[in-house]
């Protein structure tokens, strides 16, 4: 499986985008919410960016999805668990309406607001009530969000070996860095914060 691509942003397009990661090239499927914030980052930033995907693997076909975060990824997963939506469906409502608006109609049983979403009427909406209220969880407790900046670290470090960097020197720039932008860190997004340490180590390291 494909858990994420590092790598550069080549175009954002209607429905995809393409990335650029160790000398390929590869189109993934991205929501109208994603390719907007995707399209909002500057040059530089789209020039090393780590983007989260799901590869769907079927007899004839190997597809990935891109998504700009964690939230939405997790929406996409949960949404394809509710009887009649597959992952094209999961895709185009997420493309109507993003993650936090989502999980408050879901969790207000807003039947209204879900069917105004292109594609989904009265009864698909019940159906996604009754199985994803109080299911898409967007603050996490703080102890999980350490135990998860700590996996981003370990990614970053894993990510830089495997472009041929030292291990153990990987890991005391990382570490070094951490602490120099610890305040930055702080108020940013997982994937934010990883984007930021990922780019200085590599100046680092270079």
Known sequence: MINALIGEIV???EGYMIVRSNNIEYILLVSNQSASRFSSLDKEERKLIKILTTLQVREDSLTLYGFYDEAEREAFVQLQTVSGIGPKQALKILSGINVRHLAE???SGNI?????IPGIGPKT?????LALRNVLVLDEPKTRQTASRATVWADLVN???EMGFERRRSEEVIENLEVEFATEIGELSRQSAEELLFRHALKNLS
Do not use: E, G, N
């Not at 909406?125 to 009530?129: E, I, N, R, S």
């Open 11 to 13: 175009s954002i397009k």
């Open 159 to 161: 990510a830089l070996v």
């Open 112 to 116: 209204k607001t879900l069917s105004t």
């Open 125 to 129: 909406a019940q159906k996604m009530v």
């Open 105 to 107: 109609a879901l969790d």
